[in-house]
């Protein structure tokens, strides 16, 4: 299949973005337009790939950033709020931006869609991000656009900066780490290399209409995974489990000094949420080799470039 012509990135500058963009160019994907609002994560992006089109813009406001739009082969609509402490945020970056962002593909006829939903809306959990990455994914399909949407599990890779990236950097630091109850809490960690590869296949063979679960290949309790990162990434500090109870008043007394932590209690009682998402042959779908745990955490943490750059939060 002929390359596609022009691909824009939502949400450019975070966990996947960050990923899917060196990945992309790797393949000879281009040229390649990349849309973030983070300044400082937008600046990083920009250093690591000045041969591409990186534009900072609140997708939620209309502006000039759309008319990047114009001539699009592929949109890959990955702009989403994961944290926050109040509601504001996840309607804005996950509703409002996405109806401008329909919009704008709409405008300028843009053939196929690339949606990174979540698990979550496959999920247990009641939270703000899982409502509105709900909303999200039905306004997405519904917009009359050619959508391929994926569903993709909790990820770590390079510039991970809220899920196990962050625990590594924690654990580096603090004398102890602490593991909420009996830890033994199934996941389902997905390599984010992995995933820009699915999204790779979808962009160069598009699925218009069709919906995948892309969860972790392999199921590890959460208290066994901290225990690989430890392993992975070369950290001292000891794992000691502590009350469930005593871990939420922790996170909720720091929040209050901390107006956008790394971990809040919505994200922890979803840790705790006992589910078990489907499993997949997306390696056969896609032609996309499923990396072992232990080497996809080698890849993580100790590639000599990219497991160096820390994004802000």
Same mark, same amino acid.
């Given at each position: ?80 709020? *994961?944290? $926050?402490?109040? =509601?504001? &945020? ?7 931006? %996405?109806? @401008? ?97 699915? *999204?790779? $296949?979808?962009? =160069?063979? &598009? ?7 892309? %969860?972790? @290949? ?96």
């Amino acid at each position: 299949m002929q390359t596609p012509a022009k691909i824009v990135v939502t949400g450019a500058a975070g966990l996947v973005g960050q990923n899917l963009i060196p990945r992309l160019k790797a393949r000879g994907f281009g040229p390649i337009v990349a849309i973030d609002k983070h300044p400082a994560n937008t600046k990083i992006l920009r250093e690591l790939h000045p041969d591409i089109m990186v534009i900072e813009a609140d997708l939620a406001v209309p502006g000039a950033w759309a008319d990047a739009f114009a001539g699009a082969d592929t949109l890959v609509l990955n702009h989403a709020q *994961i944290g $926050a402490l109040e =509601e504001k &945020p996840f309607i804005d970056n996950n509703i409002t931006a %996405s109806e @401008q962002v329909v919009a704008a593909a709409k405008k300028h006829a843009v053939p196929h869609v690339v949606h990174i939903s979540s698990s979550v809306v496959n999920s247990l959990a009641h939270d703000y991000y899982t409502e509105t990455k709900k909303a999200q994914e039905a306004l997405v399909v519904g917009s009359g656009l050619s959508v391929t949407v994926l569903r993709p599990t909790l990820m770590f890779g390079w510039f991970d900066r809220k899920h196990l990236g962050w625990l590594a950097r924690f654990m580096q630091r603090a004398p102890v780490f602490p593991v909420p109850g009996s830890g033994r809490y199934l996941r389902q960690p997905l390599y984010v290399g992995d995933f820009c590869g699915v *999204i790779m $296949a979808c962009i =160069e063979t &598009p699925r218009p209409g069709e919906a995948f679960n892309i %969860s972790g @290949q392999s199921k590890i309790d959460y208290i066994d995974l901290i225990r690989e990162v430890k392993a992975a990434s070369g950290a001292r500090a000891p794992i000691v489990r502590i009350p469930y109870a005593l871990f939420w008043t922790l996170l909720k007394t720091y929040a209050l000094v901390d107006r956008d932590p790394p971990f809040t209690t919505s994200q922890l009682k979803a840790l705790v949420t006992p589910d078990v998402f489907e499993v997949i042959d997306w390696p056969g779908i896609f032609g996309v080799r499923a990396t072992p745990l232990p080497e996809a955490l080698k890849e993580t943490f100790q590639d000599p470039v990219y497991s160096k750059v820390v994004l802000e939060f």
